[in-house]
């Protein structure tokens, strides 16, 4: 019978099909360049810290892993100062996830200055439903509204519900 796991080289790594812990830092451990740990869901997670950080908790200038703190994250919970990634994404750049918090956030439900997604909240926001200051939106709450539910001071929608149409209908009875 053939081995399959004999056709993955990368299998003789791995031993009892990756459930081994890993914990390697390079050049020393005293101060990694590069620190990957994990515990591989055994046991208390171990932090990675390093320039480059990977692991169950990763700090480092480029961190990756369950929680992850740096200048670039990505991970599960991902805070990264210019870019994060990750299923909640915060960052003070582009936070990307399905929780996105940024400057310019992109996610299902995304909050920021400029906002993309099914539920967006920001200065700029595009989504279903868009709350915020310039809003494009199917339900659009703002001052500049445009959609098809359109709450706000100016804009228009199939249903407008805004400053500018009640001003127009009170004007055809001065």
């Known amino acids: 019978m053939f081995e399959w796991s004999r056709l993955l080289r990368f299998n003789r790594y791995l031993g009892q099909n990756g459930r081994n812990e890993i914990d390697y830092q390079w050049p020393t451990s005293k101060f990694p360049v590069i620190s990957i740990r994990t515990s591989a869901g055994r046991g208390k997670p171990k932090v990675a810290f390093g320039l480059v950080a990977l692991g169950d908790i990763a700090i480092g200038l480029v961190a990756g892993g369950a929680v992850a703190v740096g200048i670039v994250g990505f991970g ?39 906002a993309l ?58």
């Open 76 to 114: 599960a919970v991902a805070l990264g100062a210019m870019l994060g990634l990750g299923a909640v994404a915060l960052s003070g750049g582009l936070a990307a996830g399905a929780a996105a918090i940024g400057d310019l956030a992109l996610g299902a439900v995304a909050i920021g200055q400029s």
């Open 117 to 174: 997604g099914a539920v967006a909240i920001g200065e700029n926001a595009l989504g279903a439903v868009a709350i915020g200051q310039h809003v494009i939106g199917a339900v659009a709450i703002g001052e500049r509204v445009y959609g098809l539910v359109a709450i706000g001071e100016h804009g228009f929608g199939l249903v407008p519900i805004v400053g500018d149409f009640f001003r127009w209908i009170g004007g055809l009875f001065d």
